[in-house]
């Protein structure tokens, strides 16, 4: 039996075993390393559902629209009952377990997206700037900051943009397929602060 190994969605891009990357003072556009994505989903009682998980995440979920707990998982708002758990580790099985336990006898459906899902990291002094040309989001500092998340489209592809600290540091979640398309134009809109000899 062959051993198995997780292809990065954007190859096209990279540069020997580095992971795709644009970079220069203040901008730095990567490809986030590996990891789980679990989508929670559920019925009834939000008190309810934040007491069964509770003691699986040591936190609770959040319950304002548009916010995040972030660390090892974060844990995004998607919408009213739905979450997307983030966990630095690429294997969420044992998490999704618990979580399924946990939640026993509350409707619930706990989907692993990790292998559908690609994470793009943009940060540095210009990366609201770069963002700000190719999504419909208004990302400034008074409208969106630290710990807040949103769906929106990034030239016509479906992303959960979330902001992770002030420096700003952006954590871009979309659909594999469209990694390359969405990478590109990221590129593009980076132009002017990053030279071609500093793409890798």
Known sequence: MSDWTQNSA???HRQGAQKARLESSG???????????LLLQARGNPEAIGRAVYPVLG??????????????????????????IILDSPNGRELQHQLETAMFGIPNLVSDLSDARV???????????VLARVCALDLDSCSFGPGQCAQSLLARVPLLLHQVDEAPTYHLYLDRSLATYAWEWLSDAAGEFISQSAVT
């Open 119 to 129: 994470g793009i990291e943009a940060s540095g002094a210009m990366a609201r700037t």
């Open 10 to 12: 954007l190859d096209a």
């Open 27 to 37: 901008l730095c556009i990567r490809e986030l390393p590996p990891s789980a994505k």
């Open 59 to 84: 936190f609770d979920l959040p319950a304002r629209p548009n916010t995040s707990v972030t660390g090892n998982p974060a844990v995004l708002w998607m919408g009213p009952r739905k979450w997307l």
